[in-house]
């Protein structure tokens, strides 16, 4: 399985996944796990910092999003061929703030194991403060680029599915509230955290301090 890195980088490459797993710092994270659809869970992956990569290939001061796409194959996946109305191959993005995020992992393993193919053998993504939509499987590319990239969920049905992603309590889905979650196992029903409890994280992101805020209300 080969992985090719492009786009606004001064080193662009295809990696071999064996070789990449052998050179990158591999670690076992427990992350919660939160689908849009209101369900949780918590998984132990194993893999490496995406930040650990995008130094690796030194993208340029142009790069503002970080593209990914998955592999296109409909004879070894039915369901590409199945729903041709979907916009395949599957797509998803990241701003470089995201990508460089502590928390943001290239995975390639769960529970101990290598990646099964339904958990996107052999190397996905996951970041945990996000709907799981977001986290993309089975990786081919990954594209360094200057405008934000079209999404699969977010060009199939904008009104349903952001290009941000972040779990947020507030925000219900127009379908059905995200206030709650159920956990899988025990279908226990508890708050949906902001952020999914990785606010300490990643709210640094999103939430402009004070000052810059009063800052911008100034008259110049």
């Known amino acids: 399985w080969k992985v090719e890195v492009k786009g606004l980088v001064r080193k662009p490459a295809t990696y071999d996944m064996d070789d990449l797993m052998r050179t990158m710092p591999m670690e076992e ?8 659809e209101a369900w949780a869970m918590a998984v132990p992956w194993t893999g490496f910092p995406m930040k650990s990569l995008i130094q690796a290939v030194e993208p340029t001061s142009e790069a503002r999003y970080v593209k990914m796409t998955t592999f296109l194959d409909p004879a070894i996946a039915p369901g590409q061929w199945g729903s041709p109305q979907y916009p395949w191959p599957y797509v998803e993005g990241l701003t470089m703030e995201e990508a460089m995020n502590e928390l943001t992992l290239l995975v390639t393993g769960v529970y101990g194991h ?4 339904q958990h996107g053998a052999p190397v996905r993504l996951v970041t945990p403060w996000k709907y799981g939509y977001k986290n993309i499987k089975s990786i081919v590319a990954i594209e360094f680029t200057r405008e934000q990239p079209a999404t699969f969920w977010n ?12 779990v947020d309590p507030g925000i219900p889905h127009p379908r059905w509230s995200q206030a709650s979650e159920r956990m899988i196992g025990t279908n226990e029903r508890r708050p949906t955290l902001k952020y999914n409890g990785y606010a300490d994280f990643v709210a640094s992101l999103y939430e402009q301090p004070a000052e810059k805020v009063h800052s911008a209300l100034r008259p110049a």
């Open 155 to 166: 060009t199939l049905a904008p009104s349903e599915y952001d290009f941000q992603a972040n």
């Open 114 to 117: 290598k990646l099964p193919s």
């Open 29 to 36: 994270r427990l992350y919660r796990h939160r689908c849009v």
